[in-house]
T-cell receptor, first 111, second 118 residues
Framework: DQQVKQNSPSLSVQEGRISILNCDYT??????FLWYKKYPAEGPTFLIS?????DKNEDGRFTVFLNKSAKHLSLHIVPSQPGDSAVYFC??????????FGTGTSLTVIP | GAVVSQHPSRVICKSGTSVKIECRSL??????MFWYRQFPKQSLMLMAT?????????EQGVEKDKFLINHASLTLSTLTVTSAHPEDSSFYIC??????????????FGQGTRLTVV
């Protein structure tokens, strides 16, 4: 049973525009949500996180929004750059520090 | 930032043999490490939680006798795939969790191991 879902397997945006990646989850007990960037045959690298007690966290070009009532989070990248092209995974952490990942969204930023 | 080193990065083994994958936290102590598996074009699936000095906790559907996990020290966890078969071919990744002084929470990941069973 997939507790974290990313329904868009791929996304293409023009350089300079906004990229919006979406993620839904089912377990209301998750206490932290994170976004990771991953290149093929490499481990994921941390991008940005948000506590379940917040609804927004911003770090430079990256902003994560959390809507707890909808069990939905999103990652906004603005402006998008070609170097942002990668697979993005959202992850949710439970109080046991176990992470559950979505299936990933492949972002392509077109120059 | 914290570093998690995973070795080997690639391994090819014959069907029926066993393969050991190591995961080390290089600059911090990790009481808990996690093992994930990724099939092509699929998500990272949590296999088990490795606790230093105690038995690992396996996710539902993961065979603990096939995927042996040992966490003998605060900096090393190992995953041994026993009697490997071609369907065990996958990308295996370990991670260690750090809780920072702020509200930031991160898991650091190893580089991953590509296992191919022939």
């Amino acid at each position: 049973d997939q507790q974290v879902k990313q329904n868009s397997p791929s996304l293409s945006v023009q350089e300079g525009r906004i990229s919006i990646l979406n993620c839904d989850y089912t377990n209301s007990m998750f206490d932290y949500f994170l976004w990771y960037k991953k290149y093929p045959a490499e481990g994921p690298t941390f991008l940005i996180s948000i506590s379940s007690i917040k609804d927004k966290n911003e770090d430079g070009r990256f902003t994560v929004f959390l809507n707890k009532s909808a069990k939905h989070l999103s990652l906004h990248i603005v402006p998008s750059q070609p170097g942002d092209s990668a697979v993005y995974f959202c992850a949710a952490k439970n109080t046991g520090n176990q992470f559950y990942f979505g299936t990933g969204t492949s972002l392509t930023v077109i120059p | 930032g914290a570093v998690v080193s995973q070795h080997p990065s690639r391994v090819i083994c014959k069907s029926g043999t066993s393969v050991k994958i190591e995961c080390r936290s290089l600059d911090f102590q990790a009481t808990t490490m996690f093992w994930y598996r990724q099939f092509p074009k699929q998500s990272l699936m949590l296999m088990a939680t490795s606790n230093e000095g105690s038995k690992a906790t396996y996710e539902q559907g993961v065979e603990k006798d096939k995927f042996l996990i040992n966490h003998a020290s605060l900096t090393l966890s190992t995953l041994t795939v026993t009697s490997a078969h071609p369907e065990d071919s996958s990308f295996y990744i370990c991670s260690a969790f750090i809780r920072g002084g702020s509200v930031r929470t991160e898991a650091f990941f190893g580089q991953g191991t590509r296992l191919t069973v022939v």
